[in-house]
C-alpha cells in the first residue's frame, strides 16, 4: 500500500472534482470559441468558474486570467508587468527562496537590461520586510515575494510586504502555489496587486492554473496567437481543467480550517516522533509561521536521495531538499539561503502531509525513517 507523504509536490485529484471535469472531456466538447451553442456553452461554464474564482480570491471577474500552471502564470505576471512598465523603472526585488519559475525569469529579465534585488532571508526562512523597504529605489517597479514557501513551508510577512508596495506605488505579486488551498487569501486585505496558483496543488488537475492581475496593472501578453482570455493568453482554453480548478478551489476554501488542524496534528506528531526516536538532526525553517502540513528535517550523515530511494522500497513517497541533475545531488538552494550546511542541505527531507494522510500512516513513517536512519548511519 502505497503511502503519500509528498503533497507539496502535486496532489491526487478528489472524487468530486473529477466527477465534475469528465462531461468536458467528451459530452461537452465544444470550443469555448465556437459561435454554436456547443461552444457557448463551455464559455459559459468558464465564466461561472472564474466568477466563484474571484469570489474566492476577493477580486473581478475580468482580473481573473488561466494558464497552464503556476509557472506560466509567474512568467506572464513577471515578464507582463516587466516589458509594460520599464519607461517607469526597471528595478525588481524578489528574495533568494523563490521557485526556480521566479528566479528563472528574473534571470531572463536581467538580460534585457532590468536589475534584480535578491533578498536573504534569515536562518528561520523569513524576508526582513525592513531590508525590503530599503532596498526600493525610484526605479522599482514590481516586488515578487512567495506566499509560503515550496520546501520549508515558511509563511511570509505579506500583508506588511504589500502595505510597504502600496505606500511606494509598486506593483506586488506573490506566487501563492503552495499556499492556496492552506491559507484563505482575500488579495484586497493583503494589498496584492498579482498572484499565481497551480490546482493540482490543491486536490485539482495538473496543467492549469490561474494569474490573478489586478486591473489597474498594466501587463502585456507573453503569448501570441488567438484572442482568448482577453487578449492576454492565447490558446484554446482548457475547459475540463478550469472546471477542475475552480471546483477544487471551492472544496479547498469551504474546510480550510479543519483541513489545517487535520495536518497539523500529524505534523507536529511526526516531528515530535523524530526529535524523541533519531539523534542528530535538524528542522529546517520556522515551525510557528509555517504551512500547517509541512516538515522539513535533514539527518546528518545521511544522503537524501538514499534516503528516498528506501523509503520508496517501504511504499513510501517523500522528497529530498536536494535535486538530482546529470546524475549529481545537488543541494537545495532554498536550505543554503538560510544557511544550512551543504551537508545537511544533502541530507533533508521534506514530508508534506495532505487531507488522506492519517495516524497509522504517520507512525509507519516515523518507524520507517528510524529504521532506515540507522541502517544508513551504521
Do not use: W
Not at 35 to 56: F, T
Amino acid at each position: 500500500m502505497i503511502r503519500y507523504f509528498d503533497h507539496s509536490a502535486t496532489t491526487a485529484v478528489d472524487e468530486r472534482v473529477l466527477k465534475e471535469m469528465l462531461p468536458y472531456f467528451s459530452k461537452e466538447y465544444g470550443n469555448p470559441s465556437s459561435l454554436y451553442s456547443l461552444g457557448k456553452s463551455n464559455k459559459e461554464i468558464i465564466n461561472i468558474y472564474r466568477m466563484k474564482i474571484a469570489n474566492i480570491l476577493n477580486c473581478k471577474v475580468n482580473e481573473i486570467y488561466f494558464t497552464s500552471c503556476g509557472s506560466e502564470s509567474d512568467n506572464l505576471i513577471l515578464k507582463g508587468i516587466a516589458f509594460a512598465n520599464r519607461n517607469k523603472g526597471n528595478h525588481i526585488i524578489t528574495s533568494k527562496i523563490e521557485h526556480p519559475a521566479i528566479l528563472n525569469t528574473c534571470s531572463y529579465l536581467e538580460k534585457f537590461g532590468f536589475k534584480v534585488t535578491y533578498l536573504s532571508p534569515n536562518s528561520e526562512g523569513f524576508i526582513d520586510v525592513n531590508e525590503l523597504e530599503k532596498s526600493i529605489t525610484r526605479n522599482t517597479i514590481l516586488i515578487s515575494i512567495m506566499f509560503a514557501n515550496n520546501e520549508i513551508g515558511t509563511i511570509q510577512p505579506i500583508k506588511e510586504i504589500g502595505e510597504i508596495a502600496k505606500k511606494h506605488d509598486i506593483y506586488f505579486h506573490t506566487d501563492a502555489v503552495q499556499a492556496m488551498g492552506n491559507i484563505d487569501i482575500d488579495v484586497k486585505k493583503y494589498n496584492i496587486d498579482a498572484l499565481s496558483m497551480s490546482a493540482h496543488k490543491f486536490y485539482g488537475p495538473k496543467g492549469v492554473g490561474v494569474a490573478y492581475i489586478n486591473e489597474k496593472v498594466p501587463f502585456i501578453r507573453m503569448q501570441d496567437g488567438g484572442h482568448q482570455e482577453r487578449d492576454k493568453r492565447a490558446g484554446t482554453e482548457n475547459v475540463a481543467g478550469i472546471v477542475g480548478l475552480g471546483k477544487a478551489l471551492e472544496l479547498a476554501t469551504e474546510n480550510i480550517e479543519q483541513y489545517n488542524a487535520h495536518l497539523k496534528e500529524l505534523r507536529d506528531y511526526y516531528v515530535s516522533e523524530i526529535k524523541k526516536r533519531v539523534p542528530y538532526i535538524r528542522i529546517n525553517g520556522s515551525m510557528t509561521k509555517r504551512l500547517s502540513g509541512n516538515a522539513n528535517i535533514s539527518f546528518t550523515g545521511i544522503d537524501g536521495s538514499r534516503l528516498i530511494a528506501e523509503l520508496d522500497k517501504k511504499e513510501i513517497c517523500a522528497s529530498s531538499g536536494s535535486a538530482c541533475s546529470s546524475g549529481f545531488l545537488n543541494p537545495s538552494h532554498i536550505l543554503l539561503a538560510i544557511g544550512v550546511p551543504n551537508n545537511l542541505a544533502r541530507s533533508s527531507l521534506r514530508i508534506s502531509f495532505g487531507k488522506d494522510n492519517n495516524l497509522e500512516d504517520t507512525k509507519y513513517l516515523v518507524d520507517s525513517i528510524e529504521e532506515i536512519v540507522k541502517k544508513l548511519r551504521y
